[in-house]
Structure formats: C-alpha cells, structure tokens
C-alpha cells in the first residue's frame, strides 16, 4: 500500500519516526511503518526513553536480569543496558533498509548524555563508547550543536562515527556544525581513511522557534507583526537549507565528495505543531526537499498520512522566507537571542527528563524496595 508518506521519498526526502519503546519493537510496530509507510530511521532522546522506561513493565524483566549480574551497578549504567538493547533491536529492524540504500538511510540514534552538554572531551569519549556499545553500522550517535559540541563533532566524525547533531535552532550554528562534520572527513582523508561509509545528519528545530517568536508578535500586538505569525522558523530552515545547497557546490564540498562522501542532510526535528491555531502537519507540508529528513512524533505522522500534502515546498518562496527574517528582525524579535535561549532550555530539558528517567530506574532497583 503506498500513501502520502512514500510520495515523500520521489521528492527526496526520508521519514524518520521520533520516537521508540520495547513494545512498540517487539510487537512490529516499527517493521509496519518501514513495510508500509517507506519510514528509513528513528531517533531517541532522553525524554522519549524517560516515558518508554519510566512507566509500566515493560523493562521490568531486562532489568531484573541486568540487577541479578551487576547488583551495584549505578542507576546510569541500568538505563544503558536497557537503552542499548532498544537501540540494537531497532537497528536491527532497520538494517535491510541500511543495506538495501547502501548505507545512505536506515539508521537508529542514540544520544550521549545531556550532562556533557558543555564537555567536548566528554563528549568525544561517550559517542566512542556509546559506538562500539551498540556495534551497528547504522547508529547514529547523537551530539547537541553547542559549543563544546563543535569539536566532539568533528572529532567524532574523524573517527569514523556517524553523527546526528541534535538541538539546532540557528543558522549560525547548523553552519559550525556543517562544518565540524566536513573538517572530520578531511581530517580522515588526510591519514588515507575511508569516508565513503560515514553518514551525518544536522537535527534543526521549527516548532519551538514558532511558539516562542509567536509570543513576542502577540505581545506586540500590530498587523504587520501578526503576518509574522507562525511563519518564522519555517523562513529560518528554509535559509539554512539553502546554505546548505550553496555549500555542496563548494570547492572544499566536491573534494570530499569527489572520494565519495556523503552530504550531511539536514533533518527537521520538533516537527510537532504545538498551536492549535496551525495545521497539525504545518511542518512537514511546508519543509519538503531533497536530501533531507523530517523526524516525526507519531500522531503527527498519523495526521501527515491522513491529510498532508506532498510538494516540493522547501526551496519555493525563498524570497518570501528572507524578507520574513528581515521583517523579524526589524520588529525586534530577536531571533539570534531567541535560538540561544532554546539551545540552552533544551539541554535543560533533556537533563531534567534523565533525571526522572534515573531516578524512576534507580527507583525499581531491588534495594529500593
């Protein structure tokens, strides 16, 4: 059965569910959207796997398992096991599609933890762990795009690690990351490495940019402030997607790919619409282009089945998106001040969602009782 979600892959674009839980693996859930739907990837954080471990029993029997052969492992050490477990069966499922694609779609990701937010060696010594952890080509190690970040890209990249960079809201910063990711493959062209296996995405978030620039234009309160509404981190990946295309025409770009790398796609992350006041697939309807992916929340992939539409609409009305910016930017939105507060409420978030994850595990340790 083909539908509007498979229509997106002739436009160029892969369909990546946001989200992932034992059951949903181990009943097919994820084996139906790939065989259905066309889906080639998933993503976790540590807010999917507070809620996916955190409640109910469906760990409880691995848990108890892990406790019998490390009874004083630390409760950090316990959501790993559980989450690698997860992240090798979801490879796994996804590996024919890996295969299938030549290694260009069909990977799992896993996220270092938030707490090395502002720790590059850290950072550099999780994503190599945490890699040969889970032993699957298609991995996926997810860095945040701060600025200790940068570098743990790069270096993580030189050492052969594919990369999903996580909690990008600026084009300032996708760009260092674009680059990170660019000066890995070169440093590993310069030992006589391969490249042509190693995959990067850059995850730009939309919605979140939406629901806070939306409170400064209501705060406003003027038309032309309101004709902003709901238009402003649309117009923000539509610039960055079209740095992105200028980019891979770019001596140093073709030197790298001329050895056969492949380009870091931007993928589209927050993809939820969080006004009601929108359509619920205001961000997939309006982000579709080539070589990209868009990582979706599973009612909004529901809804995008449902009722989306299918459109090369990423690269139309770029005029339209840059005279949006400006007009930002006139009215004072403070879109730079804006990215750089979310970056920081994100690592804030993704902390305090594995602290509860930590301690709702810690919680089901047979001491605890």
Same mark, same amino acid.
Do not use: C, Q
């Given at each position: 059965m083909m539908g509007r979600i498979n229509d997106l892959e002739a436009q160029g674009q892969a369909i990546w569910l946001d989200f992932v839980e034992r059951k949903f693996l181990e009943e097919g859930g994820?084996?139906?959207?790939?065989?259905?739907d066309g889906v080639t990837?998933?993503?976790?954080?540590?807010?999917?796997?507070?809620? !996916?471990? @955190?409640?109910?029993?469906?760990?409880?029997? #691995?848990? =108890?398992? %892990?406790?019998?052969t490390h009874p004083d492992a630390p409760p950090i050490a316990r959501y790993e096991a559980l989450a690698i477990e997860d992240i090798q069966?979801?490879?796994?499922?996804?590996?024919?599609?890996?295969?299938?694609?030549?290694?260009?779609d069909g990977y799992a990701s896993l996220e270092v933890s938030p707490y090395l937010a502002d720790d590059a060696d850290g950072t550099i010594a999780e994503a190599a762990?945490?890699?040969?952890?889970?032993?699957?080509?298609?991995?996926?190690?997810?860095?945040?795009?701060?600025?200790?970040?940068?570098?743990?890209?790069?270096?993580?990249?030189?050492?052969g690690i594919n990369i999903?960079?996580?909690?990008?809201f600026a084009i300032e910063a996708y760009i260092k990351v674009a680059e990170a990711?660019?000066?890995?493959?070169?440093?590993?062209? !310069?030992? @006589?490495?391969?490249?042509?296996?190693?995959? #990067?995405? =850059?995850? %730009?978030?939309?919605?979140?940019?939406?629901?806070?620039?939306?409170?400064?234009?209501?705060?406003?309160?003027t038309d032309e402030a309101k004709a902003l509404r709901g238009k402003v981190a649309i117009a923000n990946a539509k610039i960055a997607y079209q740095w992105y295309l200028d980019f891979l025409k770019s001596d140093r770009w073709q030197a790298l790919a001329a050895k056969g790398a492949r380009p870091q796609r931007l993928l589209w992350a927050s993809t939820g619409t969080k006004d009601p006041a929108y359509s619920d697939v205001l961000y997939l309807d309006t982000l579709i282009g080539q070589d990209t992916v868009n990582t979706v929340p599973p009612?909004?992939?529901?809804?995008?089945?449902?009722?989306?539409?299918?459109?090369?609409?990423?690269t139309a009305d770029v005029d339209e998106?840059?005279?949006?910016?400006?007009? !930002?930017?006139?009215?004072?939105?403070?879109?730079?001040?804006?990215?750089?507060?979310?970056?920081?409420?994100?690592?804030?978030?993704?902390?305090?969602?594995?602290?509860?994850?930590?301690g709702s595990i810690a919680a089901k340790h047979p001491a605890a009782a």
């Open positions: 994820l084996g139906k959207l790939i065989d259905e990837g998933f993503t976790s954080n540590p807010s999917i796997f507070e809620k !996916a471990m @955190g409640h109910g029993d469906a760990y409880d029997a #691995s848990l =108890a398992e %892990f406790d019998r069966h979801g490879a796994d499922i996804l590996r024919p599609v890996y295969d299938r694609l030549g290694g260009k762990r945490l890699w040969h952890a889970v032993d699957r080509p298609n991995l996926m190690v997810k860095i945040p795009g701060t600025e200790a970040g940068v570098p743990a890209i790069a270096a993580s990249t030189a050492a999903n960079v996580t909690l990008l990711y660019v000066a890995g493959l070169e440093a590993r062209v !310069a030992k @006589g490495e391969p490249i042509d296996h190693i995959s #990067s995405v =850059a995850s %730009f978030f939309v919605s979140r940019i939406d629901s806070k620039i939306d409170a400064k234009i209501d705060a406003l309160g009612k909004t992939l529901d809804a995008f089945r449902d009722h989306g539409s299918v459109a090369p609409t990423l998106a840059k005279h949006v910016l400006a007009e !930002a930017e006139r009215l004072g939105l403070d879109l730079k001040g804006v990215t750089g507060i979310l970056v920081e409420e994100g690592v804030i978030a993704f902390a305090k969602s594995f602290d509860d994850l930590l």
